[in-house]
């Protein structure tokens, strides 16, 4: 059994990374961008060892999420 460390909202990589394996080609860079905030923080809060509170969320970290996930799916492209 793996033992997944609790990820948080400055952890940006590791949640860009489990947007891109839940939703893999789903979302391309234009679509990405174009997600509500609203949403992506839902989908955030759903993520499995995702520990982060919800009121700690802001609009920076949601920015920062989004263009990370952008690069995650750019590397998933090659």
């Not at 993520?47 to 919800?54: L, M, Q, T, V, Y």
């Amino acid at each position: 059994m793996s033992f997944e460390p609790p990820i948080y909202w400055s952890d940006y990589e590791d949640i860009a990374l489990k947007l891109y394996e839940r939703f893999g080609d789903d979302f391309n860079e234009g679509k990405i961008y174009r997600i509500r905030f609203t949403d992506l923080r839902k989908w955030v809060l759903e993520i499995p060892d995702f520990a982060g509170k919800p009121e700690d969320s802001n609009e920076g970290h949601l920015e920062k999420i989004q263009s990370t996930w952008v690069y995650e799916w750019r590397d998933g492209q090659k």
